[in-house]
């Protein structure tokens, strides 16, 4: 086994990346000593007697990174201000925006290109793993709402495109 050890801020993302995960329902980790469960199904007793979870004890525990939640202002991009019959691409997870397949690569799209509901738009990564982002609608590309390599919440607005 390796000496590389889960830190606080791996655990904050692993648990923000299975609660975006709609599809999963259990999620068992055991890593050296560490072991984390996560249910969004309480077993049968617990239902009943509305036990509150026992804190995990964290290796090493250090300050918790800043949420995402408690970034300023500036940071955060409001959906709600997407112009009437626009569609958007949104943020299935939480994770890093790249606007292209590898540093210096041109990007997958731009202001102005005309998509397909196939056409990748983006890829966001979590945790080493990088996801590649459709369309999923017939358009041309209106705005690109968030930087190369930065944060993006589960549901933000990633683009928005005047579909056809």
């Known amino acids: 086994m390796s000496d590389t050890k889960i830190t606080p801020a791996d655990l904050e993302a692993i648990l ?3 609660e975006s995960a709609e599809h999963l329902g259990d999620f068992h980790l055991k890593y050296g000593d560490l072991e984390l469960r996560v249910s ?3 077993p049968p007793a617990e239902r009943t007697a509305h036990a509150e979870p026992a804190p995990i004890p964290l290796p090493h525990a250090a300050p918790p990174p800043p949420r995402v939640e408690d970034a300023p202002p500036a940071r955060r991009m409001p959906s709600a201000d997407v112009p009437t019959g626009m569609a958007t691409v949104k943020a299935p997870m939480v994770g890093t925006f790249y606007r292209a397949s590898s540093p210096g690569a041109p990007p997958f799209v731009d202001v102005g290109d005309r998509v397909q509901p196939d056409t990748v738009v983006c890829i966001i990564e979590v945790m080493k793993l990088m996801n590649t982002i459709h369309a999923e609608t017939a ?3 209106r705005e690109i ?3 190369n390599s930065q944060p993006v919440e ?3 607005v990633l683009l928005v495109i005047e579909p056809e």
């Open 40 to 42: 969004r199904h309480a």
């Open 145 to 147: 709402r968030v930087e």
């Open 139 to 141: 358009g041309i590309v």
């Open 154 to 156: 589960f549901g933000q």
């Open 16 to 18: 923000k990346l299975v």
